[in-house]
């Protein structure tokens, strides 16, 4: 088994030429706050490309919540923003949501035509190894990345999906606390901190406190 890291939309769409397996990594914050909803009883999340294609998707969803946001803030008129605080802290018992974010949702449209597509983070990590080990193919990690340019967080959790991918018999080359660190240099965490959602950065920071792995199943993600 092959394990690849690429980066953005074009990363994605070279995964997708292989038949790789793909990870999409969102860390700050979609990858974790789609963790969370699920952890918090949501059944179904449909990743959008834009609000427009949100709007499209209503048509198949009509009682679905609308889930959003652009540069950290909710969407004007959306039920939720894109916080996993939020949806930790949120009931979402069979609940269908549907999800237009600024990064994490276009990677996932643009890889959806691979024959494995999950969701992962530093909160499921080793879930997500797991799971994508049992299917026995190669490999693609894909950085989300911010507003097209990489980002120290997704570069991170993607070497240490690798890591525990291929070489668990030695520490990785960080603690978490030097990974939270160094995730502290991002642009996506200065955008937090200004927003006052320094606690989502936390969600965002904590290895394994979650062993569920959101699939993609058709237009949207489920829990295998």
């Not at 939309?9 to 789609?34: C, F, M």
């Not at 193919?137 to 990345?145: A, E, L, M, W, Y």
């Amino acid at each position: 088994m092959e394990v690849k890291i690429e980066h953005g939309i074009e990363g994605a769409e070279i995964a997708v030429s292989r038949q790789d397996s793909i990870i999409i990594v969102d860390t700050i914050r979609a990858s974790t706050t789609y963790v969370n909803a699920f952890s918090s009883g949501a059944v179904r999340i449909v990743p959008c490309s834009s609000q427009e294609h949100l709007d499209e998707k209503l048509v198949n969803y009509p009682d679905a919540l609308k889930s959003g946001e652009r540069l950290c803030k909710k969407i004007e008129g959306y039920d939720l923003g894109s916080s996993p605080e939020e949806m930790s802290k949120t009931d979402l018992k069979g609940k269908i949501i549907l999800s237009s974010t600024t990064n994490g949702s276009r990677m996932v449209v643009a890889s959806s035509k691979s024959p494995l597509v999950v969701m992962g983070s530093f909160c499921n990590s080793s879930a997500v190894v797991k799971f994508v080990k049992k299917q026995g193919v190669n490999v693609s990690i894909i950085c989300s990345g911010r507003l097209g340019e990489k980002v120290v967080e997704d570069t991170l959790c993607a070497e240490y999906l690798k890591y525990k991918f291929t070489d668990t018999s030695n520490q990785f080359r960080l603690t978490p606390t030097e990974i939270s660190s160094e995730c502290k240099k991002s642009p996506s965490y200065e955008m937090l901190a200004s927003a006052g959602l320094e606690k989502d950065f936390e969600y965002c920071m904590k290895i394994d406190s979650h062993e569920l792995v959101p699939v993609l199943d058709g237009d949207g993600f489920i829990l295998p």
